[in-house]
């Protein structure tokens, strides 16, 4: 089966870091997403890892570790705007023509003052 | 400006109606997909299509239905048969790896 894991809340302060985790357990591994989902909104894409190691954007940095089939991802000197959900989608192997995504339920990101 | 429309934003409809939601992208995307988001719940692919007059299922195709017959257009039709049709319905299209969103359609069906 298919199986992506995220915590589903997490609260953190303005100014401060958090790291998101996501596990997944899936039938091949070609790509891992991340996006980024206020409320009511359309989802918008925030970074993509498809070898093992970090990439920086900014104050969003991804992680990924296949053998471990793990990523984070990491917000820096958080603002209030970055309150919202976290998607964090998987493409598995045999679907890179068809770009098909697998995504975890998400994980709600409330950033106090 | 390029993108990604869906209308209309909010929809009504009575139990036992067909509703058809329309998606448009003038970004030159070969691949578009339907997605379905349920509170507290991942998004779920409903169906895809990598071309033009050619779709495939995804995993919760029952009870709706798509047609693609220009490369701009990509409607989903929530039919009577679909037992829980109140959702919020989110378009995609895809750029070489990465898909992109259109705004999406919030339905509720009384």
């Known amino acids: 089966g298919q199986n992506i894991d995220q915590p589903t809340e997490m609260t953190a302060t303005e100014g401060a870091i958090v790291q998101i985790n996501c596990t997944y357990q899936?039938?091949?591994?070609?790509?891992l997403f991340w996006y980024q989902q206020h409320a009511g909104e359309a989802p918008t894409f925030l970074s993509y890892?498809?070898?093992?190691g970090l990439e920086e954007k900014g104050r969003f940095s991804s992680f990924l570790s296949r053998s471990k089939g793990y990523s984070y991802l990491l917000l820096k000197e958080l603002q209030m705007k970055d309150s919202a959900s976290y998607l964090c989608?998987?493409?598995?192997?045999?679907?890179?023509?068809?770009?098909?995504?697998?995504f975890g339920q998400g994980t709600t990101l409330q950033v106090k003052p | 400006d390029g993108g990604i429309t869906q209308s209309p934003k909010y929809l009504f409809r009575k139990e036992g109606q067909n509703v058809t939601l329309s998606c448009e992208q003038n970004?030159?995307?070969?691949?578009m997909y339907w997605y379905r988001q349920d509170p507290g719940q991942g998004l779920r692919l409903i169906y895809y299509?990598?071309?033009?007059?050619?779709?495939q299922k995804g995993d919760i195709a029952e009870g709706y239905s798509v047609s693609r017959e220009k490369k701009e257009s990509f409607p989903l039709t929530v039919t009577s048969a679909q037992k829980n049709p109140t959702a919020f319905y989110l378009c995609?299209?895809?750029?070489?790896?990465?898909?992109?969103f259109g705004p999406g359609t919030r339905l509720t069906v009384l």
């Open positions: 995609a299209s895809r750029k070489r790896d990465t898909q992109y």
């Open positions: 989608a998987v493409r598995v192997e045999g679907s890179s023509n068809t770009g098909k995504l697998i």
């Open positions: 970004l030159n995307h070969d691949a």
């Open positions: 899936t039938s091949g591994f070609n790509g």
């Open positions: 890892n498809v070898l093992d």
């Open positions: 299509s990598q071309i033009v007059n050619d779709f």
